[in-house]
């Protein structure tokens, strides 16, 4: 089976940078919808950002020119990169992909482990 495979993330203070990076763990067909969530501890899953593989973007509001997502279609591979942190920005982070395994296969949306990122003084 397909794993989403995360790392990165970390502790800096405010106005710092971080990264995180997700891979699926084997060679697959095609990566379709490629994203980042994250959830704070109380609070619901949201939505951070996600691209496509034309490379089309959307970005929540709290995230927007602070953030970066990109993607490597050939490796499969989606990164986001934070600048600006603020205290609010810290989250366990996740990332989401909808993978079509095989050429024979549906699409199928799968979640990495998380990654912590704090942001703190």
């Known amino acids: 089976q397909v794993q989403l495979v995360e790392s990165g993330g970390g502790l800096v203070q405010p106005g710092g940078s971080l990264s995180v990076s997700c891979a699926t763990s084997?060679?697959?067909?095609?990566?379709?919808?490629m994203g980042w969530y994250r959830q704070a501890p109380g609070k619901q899953r949201e939505l951070v950002a996600s691209i496509t593989r034309g490379g089309s973007t959307n970005y929540a509001e709290s995230v927007k020119g602070r953030f970066t997502i990109s993607r490597d279609n050939t490796k499969n591979v989606v990164f986001l990169q934070m600048n600006n942190l603020k205290p609010e920005d810290t989250a366990v982070y996740y990332c989401?992909?909808?993978?079509?395994?095989?050429?024979?296969?549906?699409?199928?949306?799968?979640w990495g482990q998380g990654a912590q990122v704090s942001v703190s003084s």
């Open positions: 989401k992909a909808g993978i079509q395994a095989s050429v024979t296969d549906y699409i199928k949306d799968y």
């Open positions: 084997r060679s697959i067909f095609r990566a379709h919808v």
